[in-house]
């Protein structure tokens, strides 16, 4: 790639770049999950959480950066005030006498005028450096948002998990209760009854392994959400919409790879290391400073000008021997390389990133649909069980059974749902979040 062309790539991913700073890392969360609530929890915890401390911190050291190269530009004033106090003999009568000498000033202003842009290729350099740690700012607020997301999802399946675990150990108890009357009046064998037992004790250690995993998720829950006022993840009752968000063109993939925010942030740095590179071949050249100084004996110039002298002139400063700039050039020149091939692979990665993401939710949404379809089948072979058990025509065992390969058949397609927001989620962080 020719310098031509990188420059030209550089100025369309800075504009792509800015597209994609506007987004907000806290919205559109709500609507996917649908709990427009979450948008509000997931800002808030956000501000509190201080795990994201060290990017913002580092931010405010980049943002300093930026300010004292910027300070380059002005001019520097420098003032030097010699006030000395002594004796002084007096040969005639031999005594000694306090004396104050004159006050001695020394005033100078210098202005370097970045003619050849030195000062300007390091302001450049620390702008972008500030820029890429507002997008990794941006990057971990995009993971901790989802991370967010990942877990709502994951209790609103844990509860639901629960609630069917317990049918299922009632239906269980059902069927036992029912082997056990028939042993007693021999009307069946006493290994129907055991059996019947043994799946009861299942699924009673089913309804324990249930009501732990949402506990232990409760907690993750209370991390990522400090605020006691929020509400339990075991008391969410918004319904998960049924219906799965819509998932970006094939066509735009390669685009949201280039707006995700650790691109844009390996970008930026590529950029940054550019500008450095320039300021440190720029500090080889001559350098020309404005110089205005002012130096005297006495309180002002006014009342004595005569002890005062001021000029005003043009300094060159020609670096004839330089070895350090030169070993600095090189330095820099590396580090360009270096950030330029971790740009590449930071898109490439990204790229890869959001299809495995895609792939993976293409493939979880087929199950889900073929999970539907047979969890409705079941629906309807239960329901006829259910009417032909109210005419008397099968017994209760037989429905209870029904009703257990239904609520397995549910348990399946309320996980693949829950899965499948969730392979979303995955997709909508690895394209750079969801838009608002």
Known sequence: MNRFSSYCMAALLLM??????GDDSASGWGAMVGNPKLDEWIAAAISEAPSLGISSAS??????????????RRPTFN?????RAGQRRNAMTGGETADLEPVSIDLNVAWELDLLGRIRSTVGATRLAKEAGEYVLRDRELAFAAEIAHSYLEGKLRAEQLALSRTALSARETIADYHKARVAAGLERIELRDQAGADRLVADRKVAEAREALALLEMH?????????????????????????????????????????DVQAARALWQSAQQRTKAAKRSRLPTVEALVKAEGDGPSPVEEPEEWIAWAGIRL??????????ATTEKRRGEEDAQAALYKETARLALLDIRKAFVARAHVEQQWLAAKQEANQLKAKLDS???????????????EAAHLTWLGAEELRISLHTLALQRHIALLKACGGPTP
């Open 16 to 21: 792509l770049g800015l597209c994609a700073k």
């Open 59 to 72: 931010l405010r050291v980049a943002a300093a950066d930026e300010r004292s190269a910027r300070a380059e």
């Open 79 to 83: 003032a030097d005030v010699d006030l």
């Open 221 to 261: 829950w209370r991390y990522l959400m400090p605020d006691t006022s929020r509400p339990h993840i075991a008391s969410l009752t918004e319904e998960l919409p049924e219906a799965l968000p819509k998932v970006p063109e094939t066509t735009e993939l390669h685009t949201l790879a280039l707006k995700r925010p």
């Open 317 to 326: 400063s020609l670096p004839v021997l330089a070895p350090e700039n030169s």
């Open 385 to 399: 069980v259910t009417r032909r058990f109210d005419q008397g025509l099968v017994p209760v065992a037989t429905r």
